[in-house]
């Protein structure tokens, strides 16, 4: 099989899978939409135009420069993810390239987001990452911290708070991520309830390769999927 069918084959998996998890769910509406992000870290721009010529809109990358380097010759349209932990000074780059931050964590952060946004004459979109694991090998804030950025987020400018995003652990058992996505659906319906004035609250960004389905049936509507559409990475080497 070559490497269009494969991915093409991929994405009509993932896609089924996502349907049959809607109907799966029981606290949310099945008919609530999800939007998937093919996350290509690390995979080359002719897969990218093949996932985008299947249908695919939304784009996910975790570094800047890749994500840069791929729009100059990707020759598609498509909507930008930032899904990766961006540094204070790369901010203005971030902003330039992406349509959605999803990895917000702290008020400085948003703030440097708000300074180079001013910059290029725009509101940047943005989600808050969420830590609700408490993991300290990965980015996020955590819930109790939560109230107070959402506050001052929403006095930004040129930021528009679009909604949140989080990682579960790697458990082996997928099914211990459920309640931690449950939890993380109660507090995305819960600022939608007492939505920020100038907030957009829209997105529930969780689910990945392993765990997408669960996330789905507990709420999420956009999940972001890399090797379950291109297959492992294919990392560089770097000669000597």
């Known amino acids: 099989m070559s490497d269009d069918m494969m991915i093409r084959e991929h994405l009509r998996s993932v896609r089924a899978e996502i349907a049959a998890a809607r109907t799966r769910r029981t606290h949310v509406p099945p008919d609530a939409p999800v939007e998937l992000i093919a996350v290509t870290k690390n995979h080359p721009v002719e897969a990218m135009r093949t996932a985008i010529d299947d249908g695919v809109m939304n784009i996910g990358e975790n570094r800047i420069q890749e994500a840069l380097d791929k729009a100059e010759n990707l020759e598609r349209e498509v909507k930008w993810h930032l899904i990766g932990h961006l540094q204070t000074n790369k901010a203005k780059h971030a902003v330039r390239q992406f349509d959605l931050i999803h990895s917000v964590d702290s008020m400085r952060l948003a ?107 507990e709420g999420a509507n956009l999940v972001r999927v ?15």
């Not at 300290?136 to 528009?160: F, N």
């Not at 890399?226 to 000597?240: D, K, L, P, S």
């Open 111 to 217: 703030r440097e987001i708000d300074r180079a946004a001013e910059k290029f004459g725009k509101v940047q979109n943005i989600l808050v990452q969420v830590n609700l694991a408490r993991e300290v090998s990965k980015s996020g804030i955590y819930r109790e911290d939560l109230g107070a950025l959402l506050t001052d987020v929403d006095r930004l400018p040129h930021v528009r708070l679009q909604g949140f995003m989080c990682i579960a652990p790697n458990y082996d058992d997928v099914e211990r991520c459920r309640p931690l996505f449950r939890d993380m659906y109660e507090l995305f319906q819960e600022a939608k309830e007492t939505e920020p004035p100038k907030a957009d609250i829209r997105y529930l960004s969780m689910g990945m390769t392993h765990d997408y389905a669960i996330a789905v049936e």
């Open 226 to 240: 890399g090797t379950g559409i291109f297959g492992a990475r294919q990392y560089q080497t770097v000669g000597v």
